[in-house]
């Protein structure tokens, strides 16, 4: 299984619609998670950081589920510049407690169309 | 504020040539990490560092080394540039602040072609 698996795509929907990401992660150790937002050509940037009592940013809702090992983001009503590749990520210590990193999942594109 | 600056940003580099390419942040953070991200594979940890004096491998580690010398810069080096290697990569660092938890910047990427 792979340490951070996401929804594949792409996610074609109109405008005004609402759109759900879902990330699961293998690591029940991990402690810190994000969703992050990438342009085309561009750096990732940080959309939110997802809690466990779960936090809405505006439109954008991002959940934790740490008993059945996924975070989610939520859109809602999605504008034509919510068009973008949008990443989650999860950070974590091994098991030995000696290594720590960051796993991005591999992106899911989203297009909102007019 | 530069936060995450990666030089160079464009690279086109003949079979078998060495480079570095060069990470440098200004917000004192400890861990730092490069990336690469190709078509349908995502971002790919390469190696990373948390904090000065250490590395440590990533998911792809072969054919580059990465050195921290120096708190804010982290270095990629390839020794023997390949065709597999032509991909854009990314360096990241990571800090912590009282309002955001921990938060990671990314630098511009840089763009490197081997042919």
């Known amino acids: 299984r792979k340490e951070v698996e996401q929804d594949p795509g792409p996610f074609n929907v109109p405008e005004g619609a609402t759109v759900a990401f879902n990330c699961t992660y293998s690591?029940?150790?991990?402690?810190?998670f994000f969703w992050y937002r990438q342009d085309c050509r561009k750096e990732p940037k940080l959309l939110m950081s997802v809690y466990s009592s779960g936090n809405e940013d505006g439109r954008f809702t991002a959940q934790l589920n740490r008993a059945s090992q996924y975070i989610s983001l939520l859109i809602r009503d999605s504008k034509l510049s919510d068009s973008a590749t949008y990443l989650c990520a999860v950070n974590s210590w091994n098991s030995g407690g000696s290594n720590y990193k960051l796993t991005f999942g591999k992106g899911t594109l989203l297009t909102v169309n007019p | 504020n530069a936060g995450v600056t990666q030089t160079p940003k464009f690279r086109v580099l003949k079979t078998g040539q060495s480079m570095t390419l060069l990470c440098a942040q200004d917000m004192n953070h400890e861990y730092m990490y490069w990336y690469r991200q190709d078509p349908g594979m995502g971002l790919r940890l390469i190696h990373y560092s948390v904090g000065e004096g250490t590395t440590a491998k990533g998911e792809v580690p072969d054919g580059y080394n990465v050195s921290r010398l120096k708190k804010q810069n982290f270095l990629l080096g390839l020794e023997s540039a390949a065709p597999s290697q032509t991909s854009v990569y990314f360096c990241?660092?990571?800090?912590?602040?009282?309002?955001?938890?921990?938060?990671?910047?990314f630098g511009e990427g840089s763009w490197l072609t081997v042919v």
């Open positions: 990241a660092s990571e800090g912590t602040s009282a309002n955001s938890g921990n938060t990671i910047y």
């Open positions: 690591n029940s150790a991990s402690q810190s």
